[in-house]
């Protein structure tokens, strides 16, 4: 009806000053006003971001220590949540009760507890359990926090390396050292050095284990903590001599409980506890590794009914045992059943049952090598499947890339084609579809 030029010629006429008395009019003003920001009591505020100053300040003045913000955070919540001990300390020795909980049921031990800091949920533990431990710890810490001498919250670390308030005690140590003169830095040092020299003589030259080990928590740089380590390298294996004799197989219970007395901390309460296991044995299996909880006995070996454990490995054995060897019964892993036949020198050997994904199934070993035809067939079935979709894969990257093209080919108005990569496509999918039948096929037999 209208060519071009009369279509401009209109749109012109009639659009031109309406847009223009837009433009030109006075632009819309609300008047609605916005809700003033929100500002949390001075306690919770001073709690959350550790302002010890601060919150004792309000502590001094009579504050409520269980108010609430809007969402029902108290000081302590805010200070649990941060990881301040010294402020949840300090609450709760003033008053505050640990048992409120959150509008969002958040509480003081599950904020502690995922604040980060360790000390956070050892203090508030510690606290509600044996207050008495707590306050012999708090008052060493607070020569610390309450002084200006360094070597204060270093005797504390040493005593308490993860301690309530080991992370505070960090924390004094770096602001301390940031606050002194060059000059009183070096004399520190000097005389920090010469301390841990007399303490290395003491605990490393001669050798404490444990107390050497305890050196390097505080260990004034790396090159030290080097010389600590060197000199526990050079001593462990003599140690570990001394370990195997009292606790390894000609070991004895009593010679074992001196050795962990002597050397705290060379290993860990559970090897402990394996040992003594081990040598508290009725009778022992040829198998040094596992520990024999039963009590038929022959020559000194397991022989009949019982059962043995290797806790290293996390197994368990329930079954017959015949002069310190298992001959058959029922094997677990982290106490879920995983065998039950007959065994030879240790290993799985013959008929048994076996359990997959907690079903039981009919299986067959030769030597601890699983044979029977059920489970090739398993393992098979599993390469095939990664060969499927190792193509299924590539297929999808294929597919990912031959729709990029089409959407290239429509933004120039030219339709879309058949290409070979789709007749590679539905080959593929074809000869994945006829391998999973016949394998589900051949299965069934």
Not at 208 to 232: H, M, V
Request: proline share 4%; net charge neutral.
């Amino acid at each position: 009806m209208f060519n071009s030029k009369s279509r401009i010629f209109i749109f012109s006429f009639f659009l031109l000053p309406l847009i223009w008395s837009c433009a030109t009019t006075t632009p819309y003003r609300s008047n609605f006003t916005a809700a003033p920001s929100y500002t949390a009591p001075d306690i919770i505020r001073y709690a959350e971001r550790g302002d010890v100053e601060g919150v004792q300040d309000e502590i001094r003045s009579g504050t409520d220590l269980n108010t609430t913000d809007r969402w029902g955070f108290t000081a302590l919540h805010r200070a649990a949540e941060r990881g301040h001990t010294s402020v949840m300390n300090q609450l709760i020795n003033a008053g505050a009760s640990t048992a409120p909980v959150t509008d969002s049921g958040f509480s003081v031990e599950s904020l502690a507890r995922d604040s980060g800091n360790p000390s956070a949920l050892s203090l508030l533990t510690c606290l509600q359990k044996d207050k008495n431990l707590c306050e012999q710890e708090q008052k060493m810490f607070n020569t610390c926090s309450d002084g200006s001498e360094i070597a204060k919250c270093e005797q504390y670390l040493t005593a308490y390396p993860t301690g309530m308030f080991a992370e505070s005690a960090r924390e004094r140590i770096r602001g301390l050292r940031a606050n002194r003169t060059a000059q009183q830095q070096a004399e520190d040092n000097a005389r920090l050095m010469q301390e841990m020299q007399q303490r290395f003589e003491s605990a490393c030259v001669s050798f404490d284990y444990g107390e050497c080990s305890a050196l390097l928590n505080t260990a004034p740089d790396d090159t030290f903590a080097d010389k600590i380590r060197a000199r526990i390298s050079a001593e462990t294996p003599a140690i570990e001599t001394a370990f195997d004799n009292a606790c390894g197989t000609n070991g004895s219970a009593p010679r074992c409980a001196d050795f962990a007395k002597q050397h705290p901390g060379f290993k860990t309460r559970q090897q402990y506890d394996n040992a003594y296991l081990y040598l508290n044995q009725k009778c022992r299996l040829i198998e040094s590794d596992w520990i024999y909880q039963g009590s038929d006995c022959k020559a000194g070996l397991a022989h009949g009914k019982g059962k043995a454990v290797n806790s290293e490995k996390s197994l368990a054995f329930e079954g017959q045992f015949q002069r310190g060897a298992r001959t058959h019964g029922k094997l677990y892993y982290n106490g879920v059943p995983m065998y039950d036949g007959p065994l030879q020198n240790s290993r799985p050997n013959g008929s048994g049952i076996c359990f997959h994904e907690g079903e039981p199934e009919e299986c067959k070993y030769y030597e601890g090598k699983r044979v029977d035809t059920l489970y090739k067939q398993r393992i098979e079935m599993a390469k095939q499947q990664a060969i499927i979709d190792e193509k299924l894969r590539k297929l999808e990257l294929s597919q990912q890339d031959q729709m990029r093209q089409i959407q290239a080919q429509r933004q120039y108005n030219a339709a879309p084609t058949r290409t070979f990569t789709d007749g590679m496509t539905d080959a593929l999918i074809n000869e994945s579809q006829k391998r999973i039948s016949e394998k589900i096929f051949d299965s069934l037999f």
